[in-house]
């Protein structure tokens, strides 16, 4: 069974300030690891995975994220958030092909 | 190129009557992804093929939802005698074949909301 948590349902940062977003998951698999972006009204966008290469894995739009199996973490991180960051992310975990999604976080960015 | 896409967008129904769900995935993409987004939620797996063979549709909640992909395209899920529960945003991906066996990116479509009255 695998599941994943995201630790904080809205995350509120100034432009400028780094962003951290939350995520736990539960894998009886090494598992594949994903974060995801939804702008309103848009669809999902990939921002980075983890398929157990480098622990730290940089996305776009200067997002990354560490795995650190020791934890079961795969937060996600930015040094700087920009207005346009602001949205609704999603980490998720896989299971072969079967992907598992959190409830999602989101992020609001004050000018 | 064009993208992942999904008809309708928005589809309103009354309670007992079947609706049909249309997802045309990236051209030559392998894989394609069915899932449903309750507001607030994550989307949730229900189903997804390879080419034309459904490979797992654990995800599916009940025998009143099916889906297919007859030419390893375009797929459509469908709902039989719907019910106010199955309100929700239906959401589409597709993916190409993974040179590392394990899962690849998946674009996803920009859903269709739907309400069941």
């Not at chain 2, 034309?52 to 039989?80: C, H, M, V, W, Y």
Request: glycine share 8%.
């Amino acid at each position: 069974a695998q599941s994943v948590t995201q630790l904080d349902s809205h995350v509120s940062v100034s432009e400028g300030t780094p962003v951290l977003l939350r995520c736990n998951y539960s894998s009886s698999y090494s598992p594949s690891l994903f974060w995801y972006v939804q702008h309103p009204n848009k669809g999902l966008q990939l921002l980075l995975k983890y398929t157990s290469a480098a622990t730290l894995v940089k996305g776009i739009n200067g997002f990354e994220a560490e795995f650190k199996k020791s934890e079961t973490s795969f937060h996600l991180t930015k040094p700087s958030a920009h207005m346009s960051d602001a949205a609704e992310y999603f980490c998720v975990v896989s299971r072969g092909y079967i992907p598992t999604f959190g409830r999602g976080t989101s992020l609001i960015v004050h000018p | 190129g064009a993208g992942v896409s999904q008809s309708p967008r928005y589809k309103v129904t009354k309670r007992g009557q079947d609706v049909a769900l249309r997802c045309d995935p990236i051209s030559g993409h392998v894989s394609l992804y069915w899932y449903r987004q309750a507001l607030g939620q994550g989307p949730e797996f229900l189903t997804y093929f390879n080419y034309e063979a459904q490979q797992d549709k654990s995800g599916l909640p009940n025998d009143r939802f099916s889906a297919e992909r007859p030419e390893g395209s375009i797929s459509t899920l469908t709902i039989q005698r719907t019910e106010q529960r199955d309100s929700a945003m239906y959401r589409c991906a597709s993916s190409a074949s993974s040179s590392s066996g394990g899962p690849n990116e998946q674009f996803f479509g920009p859903g269709t909301r739907l309400t069941v009255l």
